[in-house]
């Protein structure tokens, strides 16, 4: 894995994860609306796609994203905890 991921939860920047695979257990999860920002980049060379999960209380979705260039790329998820 020639990756990094970045988690920012509710504007609160999590640990990253580089160059190896792992999970990071979020703490910043509040009652309500919340809002997960994922960052990743990666060099293409040496890898073709990154694999995640997010496993959130309202739901579980796996993304497969391809890397095509070694710019860092932002995404932006929503969900409600009750």
């Not at 939860?9 to 190896?20: D, H, P, V």
């Not at 919340?34 to 796996?62: C, Q, R, S």
């Not at 993304?63 to 790329?73: L, P, W």
Request: cysteine-free; hydrophobic content about 40%; proline content about 5%.
């Amino acid at each position: 894995m020639h990756t990094t991921v970045t988690p920012i939860l509710n504007g609160e920047k999590e640990m990253t994860l580089g160059g190896m695979m792992g999970s990071i257990p979020l703490d910043n999860v509040k009652l309500g609306k919340n809002e997960l920002v994922i960052k990743y980049k990666g060099d293409p060379a040496m890898a073709e796609e990154l694999k995640f999960a997010i496993i959130t209380p309202e739901w579980t979705k796996f993304f497969v994203r391809k890397i095509t260039d070694s710019s860092e790329k932002t995404e932006t998820f929503s969900f409600t905890a009750k």
